[in-house]
Structures are given as structure tokens and as C-alpha cells.
């Protein structure tokens, strides 16, 4: 079963890969850079300043600090212990794919720190955002799918890295989004007799 699945990732790469042409090639890498979605964050610092104070939004900063850390140190165990190299470093693919980028990365790819970090700073700026500015929730998440695609397009890791990665930088999102609407950090103790 977990032999047929990656050789479905892996022909599924292959065909999603393939679809790239010079033309498209430095958008692509573009949009594998990491400072791509700062204009973004910054619409956010402003929308979270206008919706919920100057406080609750330096703390949503350190939330996104933290899924970005979380996500990373993730990705980095899930990397090490799983060891599954990246396409690009894999010897069957030499001359099928079409590697963009001038250097392959660390030679393990699963799962992709990219995709993760940016499907969670997106979801969880979209969910604290999303009682005045529903519309946010398309430019962020739009941009995190573009992401991902990104890290195939030039050759560095499949689809089900990229799948993955999603879905932990969304629970990172969710995880972080739930603490921080209890305001567990907002509210000091109460101490009794004081």
C-alpha cells in the first residue's frame, strides 16, 4: 500500500512538475522566496489593529511566531526520522524532472516547512480576521496553495509533502487560533486575597 501510494506521489509529481516552461520559471521561484507573503502580513497588522486593539495584536504576532517555529521543528523531525530524499536528489527521476532551482535544498522533503508555515500563518490570520474581513481568508489562502504548488514546480518536493504540510500548518493554525481566542495569555490570574 505505502509502496503504490509513493508511486503515485511520485508520477503525480512528475506530471505537475512537467507542466513548467522558462516563461513561468522565475514567478515560480518567486513565490518560493519567504519574504512573498510580508505584504500580506502587513494588511493583517492592520486590519488586527483596527479589529482588535494594539495588545491582542503584538500577541497574534508571537502566535505566528510560534506556528512558524512549530511547523519548522516539525518538519525538521519528520524530515530526519522519515529520511524520504527529495525528488531532486532521487537517481530514478535524474533527467524526468525539471529542477528550477540552482541548489535541491537539505536532501529530505518530507514534509514541506514551506507549505506548512504558510497554510498556518494564512489560516490563523483569516480566522482572527474573519468577523469583519471575511474577504481576507482568498488572498491568504490563495497565496499559501500558490506556495505549495511553488515547491513542485521547481523540482523539490512532491505533492503529498506538500499535502502534508498543509494540513500542519492548518492544525498549528487551529491549535494556536483556539488559544488565543480563550485569551489565555490576555487574562492575568486571579489571585485570592488581593
Known amino acids: ?23 513561468w520559471d522565475s514567478f515560480w521561484l518567486l ?10 502580513v502587513i494588511i493583517f497588522l492592520y486590519g488586527a489593529l483596527l479589529q482588535l486593539g494594539p495588545k491582542k495584536t503584538a500577541i497574534s504576532i508571537v502566535f505566528i511566531g510560534l506556528i512558524i517555529l512549530c511547523s519548522d521543528q516539525l518538519a525538521n523531525l519528520f524530515k530526519e526520522g522519515l529520511a524520504r530524499p527529495r525528488p531532486c ?33 494564512a489560516v490563523f490570520m483569516a480566522s482572527l480576521l474573519k468577523n469583519k474581513w471575511k474577504w481576507f481568508v482568498f488572498p491568504s ?7 505549495g504548488y511553488s515547491r513542485i514546480y521547481i523540482g523539490v518536493h512532491y505533492p503529498l509533502d506538500v499535502l502534508f504540510g498543509f494540513g500542519v500548518g ?3 493554525a ?3 487560533q483556539q488559544i488565543f ?9 486571579k489571585i485570592k486575597g488581593l
Not at 540552482?102 to 514534509?111: L, M
Open 89 to 121: 536528489f532521487e537517481p530514478q527521476l535524474e533527467g524526468m524532472l525539471r529542477l528550477v532551482k540552482s541548489k535541491c535544498g537539505g536532501a529530505y522533503g518530507f514534509f514541506s516547512a514551506h507549505a506548512a508555515n504558510s497554510m498556518g500563518i
Open 1 to 23: 500500500m505505502l509502496k503504490k501510494l509513493i508511486q503515485l506521489d511520485t508520477e503525480f509529481f512528475l506530471f505537475l512538475n512537467g507542466w513548467g516552461s522558462p516563461t
Open 174 to 176: 487551529f491549535l494556536g
Open 31 to 40: 513565490l518560493s522566496e519567504k519574504w512573498i507573503g510580508l505584504p500580506l
Open 181 to 189: 481566542k480563550a485569551q489565555i495569555l490576555l487574562t492575568p490570574p
Open 141 to 147: 489562502v490563495g497565496l499559501a496553495l500558490l506556495i
Open 170 to 172: 492548518a492544525f498549528f
